[in-house]
């Protein structure tokens, strides 16, 4: 319906909405069929998973009540202060989303009293995790940037968070909305608490939830086959997405799912980066802490691709992204639009959107990354490491002359090869494995004398060269020892790195070697003279 002047549409958001129409009868039989598709990909999880899940969270509701109970008891209080005391649980990214997919992890905030420390959280809760029936795995991390502990619950990963409040006790009805409950916290409680509270936040600003969740169900599994779903890696991450769909929903007020889907694509491939994409206006809030600001801050003028966390203090959930990622995104997004458009005017299906990337075969050369290590434990570790800084090798590799892109793939390939002699174990560092290493059983090694255990860990980097300047002769040289030794001694100098236990090696390949879909994610590699150059 039209408006007047005086007729002002309702707005969500930092600008009035595109429309305020409904779905067209089209629009609606595309959101069914849409949805339908969405189940033949087992994106919803079923009522046994559900229920679960459900059980997991009670059990560790009350396991906390009974954390903060006990570390009161032992600042000498009485069982009914001590009880009063209280202490609750906030779920927080896909599961309070309400989007979580078969096999997700359960993100948990433990949000406890001032007199329980974080000392009190990697001690005594993590002792009594580890007691708890149905626990098989907890590992405390309490060094991370959000310090955290990993667990599995009954086959459900969860990972939690422990935010300390200035309250001396935590009430069951305890919302995180209100600023003021952030005065007096040190950063890394702060850092805990955005989680929650950037979810809830945004939750809050779109005008149709479940609209807003069917949108983000789709987009999140287009963005995993696509193989741009990764913070870490440098594309977006589920916070990203999430704010992006919630944008297009708060433009698009009454839209079925469908209809911001297709909007989704067409808007987002041609938003003129670097406009920042905002729920709402970012305010000041009761803290001296820094919000983001690109008139303030340099740094923040840096952001290629600005998607800001709606709850204070506002932030930019995007800063890892680089040119290379960004024009793989952008160049997904056309692609989308470009399908989106046939399913809308020519009637193609909907698994057409979720066709599978194709990276091992996009590029003629590429990067190989193998961080190894003598135990599984320290693999962990040290591939978290190099995960960690591979985007620094992509920033460096775009400053290669002769090279155009440096794309990341997304994930990580684990493996475990059980070696009889040195010169195996060194063929393994570098990804080189024939079929009869790959196939021998621990049991078969282990009467060998020479017999070793071989944990890798392999990450991929797609190159596209850059086109022959007009008027060069003779074949183009493409030369990354420079990027390549920087990334290796960046990756030496992480403090606990130990040259006994743990190796790296970057390596320039071709495509030949690399294999391909299905087995890709097996990654049955084989021996193979096309390695370049090796380091």
């Not at 002002?8 to 129409?21: E, K």
């Not at 795995?137 to 667990?151: D, E, F, L, N, T």
């Not at 916290?185 to 702060?190: A, G, K, N």
């Not at 994409?277 to 801050?297: A, I, R, S, T």
């Amino acid at each position: 319906m039209a408006t007047t002047t005086q007729e002002r549409p309702p707005q969500w958001g930092i600008t009035i909405p595109i429309s305020m129409n409904g779905p067209s009868p089209k629009e609606e039989a595309l959101t069914k069929s849409l949805m339908e598709e969405l189940k033949r990909q087992n994106t919803f999880e079923g009522e046994d998973k559900i229920k679960n899940r459900e059980v997991v969270l009670g059990r560790i509701s009350a396991l906390v009540k009974n954390f903060v109970f006990t570390v009161s008891k032992s600042h000498g209080m009485s069982d009914a202060v001590a009880r009063g005391s209280g202490g609750k649980i906030f779920t927080f990214g896909s599961y309070r989303l309400g989007v979580p997919r078969p096999g997700d992890n359960v993100d948990c905030l433990l949000v406890v009293p001032k007199h329980v420390s974080r000392e009190d959280f990697f001690t005594t809760f993590l002792s009594m995790l580890q007691e708890t029936q149905g626990v098989t795995q907890v590992m405390g991390v309490p060094g991370a940037y959000v310090p955290i502990i990993k667990s599995k619950i009954s086959g459900i990963e969860v990972d939690f968070l422990c935010a300390r409040l200035g309250l001396s006790s935590i009430p069951d009805d305890l919302e995180l909305a209100n600023d003021n409950l952030l005065k007096n916290l040190d950063e890394r409680c702060i850092r805990s608490l955005g989680g929650s509270r950037t979810t809830d936040e945004i939750l809050r600003l779109v005008p149709n939830v479940e609209v807003f969740r069917d949108a983000l169900r789709c987009i999140k599994l287009w963005a995993r086959r696509r193989a741009i779903y990764s913070n870490v890696m440098g594309f977006l991450g589920g916070v990203a997405w999430a704010i992006l769909v919630a944008r297009i929903c708060q433009l698009y007020p009454n839209q079925a799912a469908g209809g911001i889907v297709s909007r989704f694509f067409v808007i987002m491939h041609q938003w003129k980066w670097p406009q920042p994409v905002l729920l709402k206006p970012v305010g000041d809030g009761p803290l001296g802490v820094k919000v983001w600001n690109p008139k303030m801050y340099p740094q923040d003028r840096m952001h290629r691709t600005p998607i800001i966390t709606p709850a204070y203090p506002c932030m930019c959930s995007t800063h890892n992204v680089s040119a290379s990622t960004q024009e793989i995104m952008m160049q997904e997004c056309k692609r989308a639009a470009e399908v989106v458009t046939r399913i809308f005017d020519e009637g193609a299906p909907w698994s057409e959107l979720f066709e599978k990337h194709d990276f091992f075969s996009r590029y003629r050369h590429y990067i190989q990354v193998v961080a190894a290590a003598d135990s599984a434990e320290n693999l962990k570790k040290w591939s978290g490491t190099v995960e960690s800084k591979l985007r620094q090798l992509v920033l460096k590799l775009e400053f290669v002359e002769s090279l155009k892109l440096a794309h990341p793939y997304v994930k990580g390939f684990e493996r475990v090869v059980h070696c009889i002699d040195e010169e195996e174990v060194s063929e393994v560092a570098f990804n080189r494995i024939s079929d009869a290493v790959v196939n021998r059983t621990q049991e078969e090694a282990a009467k060998e004398p020479g017999y070793r255990t071989v944990y890798t860990t392999t990450f991929y980097i797609g190159l596209t060269i850059a086109p022959k300047q007009a008027g060069a002769v003779g074949p183009q040289r493409l030369d990354v020892t420079y990027p390549i030794n920087e990334f290796k001694r960046i990756c030496k100098g992480w403090e606990l790195f130990d040259v006994s236990v743990m190796d790296i090696h970057v390596t320039h390949i071709k495509k030949s070697v690399i294999p391909l879909p299905p087995e890709v994610e097996a990654l049955g590699l084989t021996s193979s003279s096309n390695q370049c150059s090796t380091s």
